[in-house]
């Protein structure tokens, strides 16, 4: 095997990718899981970015904002 490998990535192809219908729906199952453990006063808003999509899991009320910081609930919903 050559030690020169020389790899040139393909930016419209990973563009392409990133913003699939395969990987925004593994985006928003995540975030809906950590949406879950969260709890009710926090939302998913799933939203395509120029280079790829995202996905933010945030409060939606005051009572999430004052949990969230109290407590650190979307951090720890993450694992």
Do not use: C, Y
Not at 3 to 15: A, D, E, M, T, W
Not at 52 to 63: F, P, Q, T
Request: charged share 20%.
């Amino acid at each position: 095997m050559s030690k020169n490998v020389k790899i040139v990535l393909n930016s419209p192809g990973i563009r392409e990718l990133l913003h699939s219908p395969g990987i925004e729906s593994a985006l928003l199952q995540a975030g809906q899981k950590v949406q879950g453990k969260a709890g009710a006063n926090f939302g998913v808003r799933a939203i395509s970015m120029p280079s790829r999509s995202i996905v933010r899991v945030g409060a939606i009320n005051s009572g999430g904002v004052k949990e969230n910081t109290d407590n650190n609930v979307l951090l720890k919903s993450l694992h």
